[in-house]
């Protein structure tokens, strides 16, 4: 069954360095999100993406955040620099159409820490 | 006001018996409901969708949408100890975004 593939599992940075969170969609998807989770909290949407742009984003995604496409199989989420509050589990997402109509797969997921 | 709720338990249930998992929500004009389930430290996994109101069944689980209510369940009949988790809702309402609940912790006591 296709996946979606994120990496790394885990990082570990200090406050204020930059990090960027990749992931491998489903070959034949359009459609890619990026959610996280704090520890012991909802998992909470943070932007969609499709045809190369932002399509949503939430009030979280603020100017340390962008996303990217680099190629035609990467999705990467860029924090820029990092706060303590960033630590989370990160989990990108992708669908074959809009998810009103569409399931989403998620990842495993890239647990960040900020030290 | 939240935009979807869900009791966060735990639930727990003897194996073998019915668990019924609640969720309401904000945005009436929502229109797809999903059920995710997620183990500790792992991804959310769907479970269940509806988009329609009445119930939809998948096996074990059968899953209710009543729109006018704002309320979706989720029903697991002969719970299994493998079905122990958290149980999170989720709704597409505006835009294109899955807003997700905090999720309901079930226990199922072998």
């Known amino acids: 069954e296709p996946e979606v593939t994120q990496t790394p599992s885990h990082q570990v940075t200090q406050m204020g360095q930059e990090v960027i969170l990749r992931c491998v969609p489903i070959s034949n998807h359009l459609y890619f999100y990026w959610y996280r989770q704090i520890l012991g909290q909802k998992v909470e949407f943070l932007v969609s993406?499709?045809?190369?742009?932002?399509?949503?984003k939430s009030e979280i995604f603020d100017d340390q955040f962008s996303v990217e496409r680099p190629d035609g199989s990467n999705f990467t989420l860029k924090i820029r620099s990092t706060k303590l509050e960033d630590s989370a589990m990160y989990f990108c997402a992708s669908s074959g159409a809009a998810a009103r109509g569409e399931k989403l797969f998620f990842g495993s997921g890239t647990q960040l820490s900020v030290l | 006001q939240k935009e979807v709720e869900q009791n966060s338990g735990p639930l727990s249930v003897p194996e073998g018996a019915i668990a019924s998992l609640n969720c309401t929500y904000s945005d009436r004009g929502s229109q797809s409901f999903f059920w995710y389930r997620q183990y500790s430290g792992k991804s959310p996994e769907l479970i269940m969708f509806?988009?329609?109101?009445g119930d939809k069944e998948d096996g074990r689980f059968t899953a209710q949408l009543n729109k006018a209510s704002q309320y979706v369940s989720l029903l697991i009949r002969d719970s299994q100890p493998s079905d122990s988790a958290t149980y999170l809702c989720a709704v597409i309402g505006y835009g294109n975004k899955l807003v997700f609940g905090a999720g309901t912790i079930l226990r199922v006591k072998s």
């Open positions: 993406f499709y045809n190369n742009e932002i399509s949503e």
């Open positions: 509806i988009y329609s109101n």
